[in-house]
């Protein structure tokens, strides 16, 4: 049996991976014929399933070529989809960009980018380099004496030059203020070196905070930081994708064949690149290199331990699924701890398609019945575990352990409670069965649910407190040229501050903004008065005083000023660039079909 799977490997993989396909494809058949067969809208505009669907076949079948070993399970479906739906929209979003800025491209345009831009990959290739560097006229040759090569070249750049000509126009946009430049350059420039002596409020003990104290900061910052809007939760079942007791004894048949394959003889590298489930080490032969105790999984690593250089272990089981594996060599490393090297045969323990199908009959079986009964008695009659999400507002993109369902917040936010929702796909693979169990209208947190972090945030700015008090009491007690000295002698923390601008950071620390500041104020030998943040208290000794060199300023000015335009125009254009996919109003129903 074996020897028939090998020789139509491929052919297996190739026609399994199809079949998953067109199984994903009509997992919705019937939304196909509903008053609504399209997957989403772009701009108002319907992307219709028939399209999407062909283009995302064709997707994933680019994947299974270059991935022939890739297991496409319900995760990679998913990935893959999402990948293609986000690169489908930007591509229609961008398209309609396109048309809005007349962006066009003509012969010439194209024919002096393929001369004078080759596309970067191409210059940092081995055939078009000599001594290292891009050279040009190996290129050019490739170009005149392959039509296929110039042919390929001409499709990318024509793809690629619109929305690089676009970029340039909106890049060009922007306007540059020369009062913005300097004023950049002096607060990058403005440097100041300095030694800190750091109050740290984690080196002091937690402070008292009374309820009452609690209740005050609650009642005087309810409206700004604990106001919500209107929310919604779902309960719900699941139904979890699991591998049933025919598949596994499925992968235990594999594994037992595989074994006495090996035990007959046949060669354990061809073994391994025909069937094991590995891609990382299947097409190695089943080699995983040399590992050392504590890197693979206990299981494994005792088993390879185990064995003899040459001998083959007897299937063994762990949470990848069954192994057989080889040892093929040992050794000690330099700190002279045993390795070996080994490889394996993986046959993963995986729920079928048929597994699959049987799961989501039970999740609309439970749905029906939810439907009448409602979700808690079916559950319940049925020994399922409810689970109820956290809130989410309207403006939510994902629903708490559910996952990216945006016509489930529309739902929540237009049916009453207790609407059931039909069978839904998560993020696993697995089904679950929602209904909407709680709406609230604008409300505030409940003091006993933020109690918690009231609580650590008014006892962290009572250490604030005591740590300015502190600073202060050492900052009189101590004079300035000696006050580096006291520090040290006590165990206080000096920081080494080296030459760090307005927006610069501590080293340990981060960024204080307070202490930057003050430390700019002043020149070389002064030292700053207590300092305050929310990490403790700082007393700054200057130590070294950076100016802006104005007159390097006035020399390199030129390309001052390109760096900063250039900085500017890639903010600019990031920021058009999420307006533009926010007017787009991207609409995802997805989930009607796959």
């Given at each position: 049996m074996l020897e028939g799977l090998r020789k139509n490997q491929k052919w297996i993989i190739v026609v399994t991976a199809f079949l998953f396909i067109l199984g994903m494809a009509v997992i919705g058949v019937q939304s196909v014929f509903s008053p609504k067969p399209h997957v989403g809208k772009v701009y108002g505009?319907?992307?219709?399933?028939?399209?999407?669907?062909?283009?995302?076949?064709e997707h994933i079948s680019q994947y299974i070529n270059q991935n022939p070993k890739a297991n496409i399970d319900d995760q990679t479906f998913q990935r893959l989809n999402d990948e293609f739906w986000r690169n489908f929209t930007q591509k229609t979003i961008m398209e309609k960009q396109l048309k809005r800025y007349h962006i066009s491209v003509k012969d010439n345009d194209v024919l002096d980018k393929i001369k004078n831009e080759p596309p970067q990959e191409l210059m940092t290739n081995e055939q078009f380099q000599t001594n290292g560097q891009f050279d040009k006229s190996k290129y050019m040759t490739a170009l005149t004496q392959s039509p296929e090569f110039a042919n390929a070249v001409e499709q990318y750049v024509r793809s690629v030059l619109p929305y690089e000509k676009l970029e340039k126009k909106i890049k060009a946009e922007t306007k540059i203020v020369e009062d913005s430049v300097r004023i950049d350059y002096v607060d990058k420039n403005d440097k100041v070196s300095a030694k800190v002596v750091f109050f740290d409020i984690n080196t002091l003990p937690a402070e008292n905070v009374t309820d009452a104290e609690i209740k005050a900061y609650?009642?005087?910052?309810?409206?700004?930081?604990?106001?919500?809007?209107?929310?919604?939760?779902?309960?719900?079942?699941?139904f979890t994708i699991q591998a049933s007791n025919e598949d596994i004894a499925r992968a235990k048949s594999d594994i037992d064949n595989i074994y006495q394959q090996i035990l007959a003889g046949d060669d354990f590298a061809k073994l391994a690149t025909d069937y094991s489930q590995d891609p990382g080490s299947a097409q190695n032969g089943g080699d995983i290199g040399f590992f050392g105790k504590g890197r693979m999984i206990k299981e494994f690593e005792d088993a390879a331990f185990g064995l003899e250089v040459g001998q083959v272990s007897a299937p063994i089981k762990t949470s990848f699924g069954w192994h057989i594996i080889k040892t093929t060599a040992k050794k000690k490393n330099?700190?002279?701890?045993?390795?070996?090297q080994a490889s394996h045969i993986l046959i993963t323990i995986a729920p079928s398609e048929k597994t699959k199908m049987e799961m989501k009959d039970k999740a609309n079986e439970f749905y029906e019945l939810a439907k009448k009964q409602g979700l808690e008695k079916v559950a319940k009659n049925q020994k399922l575990e409810v689970q109820e999400t956290p809130e989410f507002d309207k403006k939510a993109e994902y629903i708490p352990m559910l996952g990216r369902f945006p016509h489930l917040v529309k739902i929540a936010f237009k049916e009453n409670v207790g609407h059931i929702n039909e069978p839904?796909?998560?993020?696993?693979?697995?089904?679950?069965?929602?209904?909407?169990?709680?709406?609230?209208?604008?409300?505030?947190?409940?003091?006993?649910?933020?109690?918690?972090?009231?609580?650590?945030?008014?006892?962290?700015a009572k250490r604030a407190d005591k740590a300015l008090a502190l600073a202060n009491n050492f900052s009189k007690q101590n004079p300035t040229d000696k006050i580096i000295e006291a520090a040290q002698a006590q165990g206080l923390k000096v920081l080494d501050v080296q030459q760090i601008n307005k927006a610069g950071y501590l080293p340990e620390v981060g960024n204080v903004p307070e202490l930057n500041k003050a430390l700019l104020a002043l020149e070389v030998g002064k030292i700053t008065a207590p300092v305050k943040s929310d990490k403790g208290a700082f007393i700054g000794l200057i130590t070294e005083r950076i100016k802006p060199d104005m007159n390097a300023f006035?020399?390199?000015?030129?390309?001052?000023?390109?760096?900063?335009?250039?900085?500017?125009?890639?903010?600019?254009y990031s920021e058009w660039y999420r307006k533009v996919m926010e007017e787009a109003k991207v609409e995802d129903y997805r989930y009607l079909y796959y």
């Open positions: 505009k319907k992307v219709y399933y028939q399209d999407y669907d062909r283009q995302l076949r609650y009642d005087k910052n309810k409206e700004e930081k604990y106001k919500k809007e209107a929310s919604r939760k779902f309960k719900f079942v699941k330099d700190k002279g701890e045993p390795e070996v839904l796909k998560i993020y696993d693979g697995s089904y679950v069965i929602p209904e909407l169990s709680s709406k609230l209208g604008v409300h505030y947190d409940e003091i006993d649910v933020v109690k918690t972090a009231i609580k650590t945030q008014l006892d962290r006035n020399k390199d000015k030129k390309k001052i000023t390109e760096d900063y335009k250039t900085t500017k125009e890639n903010q600019h």
